[in-house]
């Protein structure tokens, strides 16, 4: 049986969270990333079991952000989340966009090799400063149609 992807009313996201803290985060941040009405959070379902999460700022003029995109740690590794990564691209259009960025630390390895299966390419890197450290930030950007909308901020 094939994933199901579905959008979830930001007062039914709730669910989402134990799954999205696996994403070092706050509670907090996700939660209100959950609650923003700005942001679109989606279930990923297969034979009804709750196999990925993640939350998207749709914008029509500058670049969507994926905020947050979690599979399950024990279904990792079977295409869950290229196939999550890939709906969320078809869905770009459709939302007036025409570019998707996710940002990760430059020491996720594994994040940035996951970014790069599902064909995002690192686009720029973002600098800023946490308190008394100093913070790297990969900025992987995937476009349609190959247009970058503009660089990636902070």
């Given at each position: 049986m094939s994933l199901v992807i579905e959008?979830?009313?930001s007062h039914e996201t709730m669910f989402l969270l134990p799954m999205l803290l696996d994403a070092d985060e706050g509670e907090e941040r996700i939660r209100a990333a959950l609650l923003d009405p700005a942001c679109t959070a989606y279930a990923s379902w297969l034979d009804g079991q709750l196999v990925g999460a993640a939350v998207v700022r749709w914008e029509e003029q500058d670049p969507s952000e994926i905020l947050y995109i979690e599979v399950a740690a024990a279904l990792r590794g079977r295409g869950y989340g290229k196939q999550i990564m890939q709906a969320l691209q078809d869905e770009l259009p459709g939302h007036g966009g025409r570019s998707l960025l996710v940002?990760?630390?430059n020491a996720a390895l594994e994040n940035i090799a996951f970014y790069q299966k599902c064909g995002l390419r690192i686009f720029s890197h973002l600098c800023w400063s946490t308190g008394s450290s100093f913070v790297i930030c990969w900025c992987c950007v995937m476009t349609w149609?190959?247009?970058?909308?503009?660089?990636c901020s902070v």
């Open positions: 959008p979830i009313p940002g990760t630390a149609n190959d247009q970058i909308a503009h660089p």
